[in-house]
Nanobody, 134 residues
Framework: EVQVVESGGGLVQTGGSLRLSCAAS????????IGWFRQALGKEREGVSC????????FYRDSVKGRFTISRDNAKSTVFLQMNALTPEDSAVYYC???????????????????????????WGQGTQVTVSS
């Protein structure tokens, strides 16, 4: 059984930092790409960042570039999202998703491409709330 579990959300002030974790089990971790999406209240879900477990390729949506860093620990089957310089616009439920993709994610050059890559994938976590106060 595949399980995807996020953790690390919470309440932080503007300018603060949080580190989200996504632990995946029941899969061969090195054969998957991992993505972070978020959904704010009343808004559509949007792709934030993704990473290949096959090489070092990553993608970030424009609004988080330079502030967020995605990384992975293949030995622990875990992906991290370090979020710095948070603003209230980052407040959302953050979801982790895994997609069978034993390859690079270099082709993911836009949020739209990230949506396409993870569209229809079944293995989503339950989400973790991030709230940034002003």
């Amino acid at each position: 059984e595949v399980q995807v579990v996020e953790s690390g959300g919470g309440l932080v002030q503007t300018g603060g930092s949080l580190r989200l974790s996504c632990a995946a089990s029941g899969i061969t971790f090195g054969d998957y790409a991992i993505g972070w999406f978020r959904q704010a209240l009343g808004k559509e879900r949007e792709g934030v960042s993704c990473i290949s477990t096959h090489d070092d390729s990553t993608f970030y949506r424009d609004s988080v570039k330079g502030r967020f860093t995605i990384s992975r620990d293949n030995a622990k089957s875990t992906v991290f999202l370090q979020m710095n310089a948070l603003t209230p616009e980052d407040s959302a439920v953050y979801y982790c998703v895994v997609a069978y993709w034993p390859a690079t994610v270099q082709h993911v050059a836009s949020a739209k491409a990230m949506d396409i890559m993870f569209d229809g994938k079944d293995y989503w976590g339950q989400g973790t709330q991030v709230t940034v106060s002003s």
